[in-house]
């Protein structure tokens, strides 16, 4: 079976990647409410001592409150990489893909209901964000998604599974194989290729009036 016979084969993780992002989403919104009405805005509460805390931010810039004061901006690429995942996810067929997948389509669309729907208005609204460690930009859940999402991208490309599931490595072994496969096929075109450059001789050695006047023109 070759590797496109191979892709073929395999289910869509269209759903998969769907219910990954709708969790993220939801998950995201219902922390990002707790965080609304048990925090008080810059009020640090210790979860594992200073490690861990919790904190309430309203940032209007992209993840970790980076780009403040461009929020439509930002507005507009969550939008079009939402539209970009859910486009291109009719073609994952790789479960690990269709995880990765939607974490990242669920992450950009969790901080773009919060862009739409919380204050001061729509494009321009302010994400909340309560997630603290050291040395670090306050996030949230949709945050972490992204960057989850991001680093099994790394990984996945790496070790070259494409979205249909298949490896990058047995594409290139797929002409050997079907060689070995057809071993009466390569055969006939090798004869055909010798057939024509034969031919191709014959005409060019066709005998002329004397022994010279096949090359002297």
């Known amino acids: 079976m070759t590797t496109n016979e191979e892709a073929s084969v395999r289910p869509r993780r269209y759903g998969l990647l769907t219910g990954v992002a709708l969790t993220a989403v939801v998950v995201d919104f219902l922390t990002?409410?707790?965080a609304l009405s048990a925090l008080t805005r810059g009020e640090f509460v210790d979860v594992i001592g200073s490690f861990l805390q919790f904190t309430l931010v309203f940032n209007?810039?992209?993840?970790?409150?980076?780009?403040?004061?461009y929020t439509w901006v930002f507005t507009v690429i969550s939008t079009v990489v939402?539209?970009?995942?859910?486009?291109?996810g009719w073609r994952v067929r790789s479960l690990w893909w269709g995880v990765t997948l939607g974490l990242m389509m669920g992450g950009a669309a969790g901080n773009l209901v919060d862009r739409f729907f919380r204050?001061?208005?729509?494009?321009?609204?302010?994400v909340v964000d309560f997630i603290s460690v050291p040395n670090w930009p306050v996030f949230n859940v949709?945050?972490?998604c992204v960057v989850v999402g991001a680093f099994l991208v790394v990984v996945l490309t790496?070790?070259?599974?494409?979205l249909d599931g298949t490896l990058a490595s047995e594409e290139g072994e797929d002409g050997g194989s079907d060689a070995a496969a057809h071993p009466e096929q390569v055969e006939h075109r090798n004869d055909?290729?010798?057939?024509?450059?034969?031919e191709d001789d014959a005409e060019?050695?066709?005998p002329g009036d004397g022994p010279g006047e096949g090359r002297a023109q």
């Open 32 to 34: 990002k409410e707790w």
């Open 60 to 69: 209007t810039g992209a993840a970790f409150s980076l780009g403040t004061g």
């Open 82 to 88: 939402v539209l970009g995942i859910a486009y291109i």
């Open 119 to 126: 204050p001061p208005g729509p494009f321009e609204g302010a």
């Open 142 to 144: 949709a945050d972490s």
């Open 158 to 162: 790496f070790k070259g599974i494409n």
């Open 192 to 198: 055909d290729e010798t057939g024509d450059g034969a």
């Open 204 to 206: 060019r050695g066709e």
